[in-house]
């Protein structure tokens, strides 16, 4: 661990930092941009489609926004219009997305056991869960 990054708070930003760096590595073969793949596997978590303004909100972007994401999306193949739907394509491509996650988080877990993982996640989640508590006050 780098001596300069010992604090709960720099300690977060560095790791995900790091996180991002690999998962966009990774993706970055598959020729969908990071918006590109949230879109594609929130939609894979609601059974393949979804309201265009349910994902503008999960993507936490104007409407706009999501608008000129699933315009690239379609263009690609990856989506249909109206209720936002996976082609097969789309599907596809998600499952390897997946498959670059959870090899990351294979890599970012290493060495831990299966206890330590559940620990890891639960620590982060308490963590959100404080600081969204916080901003709300």
């Known amino acids: 661990m780098n001596k300069y990054f010992q604090g709960l708070g720099p300690t977060l930003g560095w790791a995900a930092k790091l996180s991002k760096a690999r998962m966009d590595a990774r993706v970055s073969q598959y020729d969908v941009t990071p918006a590109q793949t949230h879109v594609l596997l929130y939609l894979q978590q609601h059974g393949g489609h979804v309201l265009q303004n349910e994902l503008a909100d999960y993507l936490q972007v104007k409407p706009s ?3 000129g994401v699933l315009d690239r999306m379609v263009e690609k193949g990856l989506v249909r219009r109206r209720l936002i739907h996976l082609t097969e394509k789309g599907a596809e491509q998600q499952a390897l997305l997946q498959r670059s996650f959870l090899d990351v988080e294979e890599a ?6 299966p206890e330590e993982r559940e620990v890891l996640l639960a620590f982060l989640n308490r963590v959100i869960q404080n600081l969204k508590e916080d901003s709300e006050t």
């Open 65 to 67: 926004t999501a608008n």
């Open 108 to 113: 970012m877990t290493r060495g831990f056991s």
